[in-house]
């Protein structure tokens, strides 16, 4: 296929997706195809600005209106809660969850929630 898309492969024409860490590298490129594939998308990220500005990019290239920014702080259970809590507002259901977000912090580090950073 060198690269070209197929929206006749698989659509997800009525998918609601969950990206972490999706405003650069694999998360990005991921809702990027997905978009193209028609799927409901929210990118949960840390940084609300560079999310949107990924969302912006995404809707642009993709057509596709049903990307969402929403902020999720995985260094934090407070913020993993909230994200939870705020989606459920909105969504009665999940049918894909891509965790990719990943951080790698030298020296060792926990989080205030007692849990190693990396493994958080």
Do not use: W
């Amino acid at each position: 296929m060198g690269g070209q898309f197929r929206k006749d492969y698989i659509t997800m024409d009525e998918k609601v997706v969950v990206i972490t860490g999706a405003n650069s590298g694999i998360g990005k490129e991921t809702a990027m195809d997905l978009a193209r594939r028609n799927a409901k998308i929210y990118l949960a990220c840390r940084d609300y600005d560079r999310c949107e500005l990924a969302r912006q990019e995404i809707i642009q290239a993709t057509g596709n209106t049903k990307i969402y920014n929403r902020h999720l702080d995985l260094n934090t259970l407070d913020s993993v809660r909230k994200f939870v809590e705020e989606f459920s507002m909105e969504e009665k259901h999940l049918d894909v969850l891509i965790n990719n977000a990943g951080v790698l912090y030298l020296p060792h580090s926990i989080t205030k929630d007692g849990c190693e950073t990396t493994l958080q």
